[in-house]
């Protein structure tokens, strides 16, 4: 098993900056795959970008050159920066940590994003 927990999540005017953190604990799997998804009220939830173990990553193409993920494998910590933060970028944020054998959430942390 695999506890994650987010934090960093709150209210930003548009234009501004917010840093995620996820912290993970328990048992973990070699090779795992670290992410960000968010969930908009009525939306499906969707993948903001996400970190393999070698530090390679993928982002969603309505964040790129706005987030950067990064992850510190000594810490068990993934980070996502968020900037030029925009009211559509207002969601529940949900870290991910992924292997071949199992899938876990965290409890999700709330961006909210005012124009």
């Known amino acids: 098993q695999v506890q994650l927990v987010e934090s960093g999540g709150g209210l930003v005017q548009a234009g501004g900056s917010l840093t995620l953190s996820c912290i993970a604990s328990g048992s973990f799997f070699s090779g795992n795959t670290m992410g960000w998804y968010r969930q908009a009220p009525g939306k499906q939830r969707e993948l903001v970008a996400r970190i393999i173990t070698d530090l390679s990553s993928v982002y969603a193409d309505s964040v790129k050159g706005r987030f950067t993920i990064s992850r510190d494998n000594a810490k068990n910590t993934v980070y996502l920066e968020m900037n030029s933060l925009k009211p559509e970028d207002t969601a529940v944020y949900y870290c991910?940590?992924?292997?071949?054998?199992?899938?876990?959430w965290g409890q999700g942390t709330q961006v909210t994003v005012s124009s």
């Open positions: 991910n940590y992924w292997t071949t054998q199992a899938s876990f």
